[in-house]
């Protein structure tokens, strides 16, 4: 299989936006979130992920594999969550921007669905192990291959990168992901429906905390 260099994106210039929403937007295309989310419209998925890409850096961290053929967003655990609760202001206000108040408003209201329960799964979970998810759990929070790209290890590469010496965790919506995480050593640990959306929790442990958690 092919190498892959991933590249820590620093700074993200306006052509970066274009290029990495667009990558975005057509490896989550076929995904049941885009019909859900988005309703299947471009316009609605393309502001989306221009927004998570131009706002990244935020509170996280971007990183590319290639001409964007690759991208993940990467949310590490910190202490102070001012900066993500900012982060988060920012991001829903400029999705209103670019779509407007009633269709950015009602797809921010759609993905609010999802997030409420994989909150209180994350919750449910956290108690369990008796730990903080906020301060000692990073969290993988987009991850994809455009299609041209897929099938060539660029996923696996990205996230092998984030599997460090924390925890992390995810949330994904396919059968597809399920399996592919759970090759990566993630395990399923909340499953629940969203309106349309069969949705997963995913935790990956690293063997220093015990693969059991």
Same mark, same amino acid.
């Given at each position: ?92 206000? %400029?999705?209103?921007?670019? +779509? !407007? ?7 921010? /209201?759609?993905?609010? *669905? $999802? ?22 759990? %990073?969290?993988?929070?987009? +991850? !994809? ?7 060539? /290890?660029?996923?696996? *590469? $990205? ?55």
């Amino acid at each position: 299989m092919t190498a892959h260099t991933i590249r820590r994106i620093h700074e993200v210039s306006p052509e970066d936006a274009v290029k990495g929403s667009e990558t975005l937007h057509q490896a989550f295309k076929t995904d049941p979130l885009n019909a859900y989310t988005f309703a299947g419209r471009d316009d609605i998925s393309r502001a989306w992920f221009s927004s998570r890409v131009r706002l990244s850096l935020n509170a996280g961290e971007l990183y590319v594999v290639g001409d964007w053929a690759g991208i993940a967003i990467f949310e590490p655990a910190v202490e102070d969550q001012s900066a993500r609760e900012r982060a988060r202001a920012t991001f829903r206000a %400029d999705i209103v921007a670019q +779509l !407007g108040e009633d269709v950015g408003r009602s797809a921010l /209201g759609r993905f609010d *669905t $999802l997030i409420k329960p994989y909150l209180e799964n994350e919750h449910s979970v956290a108690q369990e192990l008796g730990i903080d998810f906020d301060r000692e759990v %990073d969290t993988l929070v987009i +991850l !994809g291959t455009h299609p041209a790209s897929q099938r060539q /290890g660029i996923g696996a *590469t $990205l996230v092998r990168s984030f599997q460090r010496d924390r925890r992390v965790v995810l949330m994904t919506f396919t059968p597809y992901d399920v399996q592919f995480y759970t090759r990566l050593g993630f395990k399923p640990v909340r499953v629940w429906d969203a309106g349309t959306l069969h949705c997963t929790l995913m935790l990956w442990t690293p063997a220093s905390l015990g693969r059991g958690a």
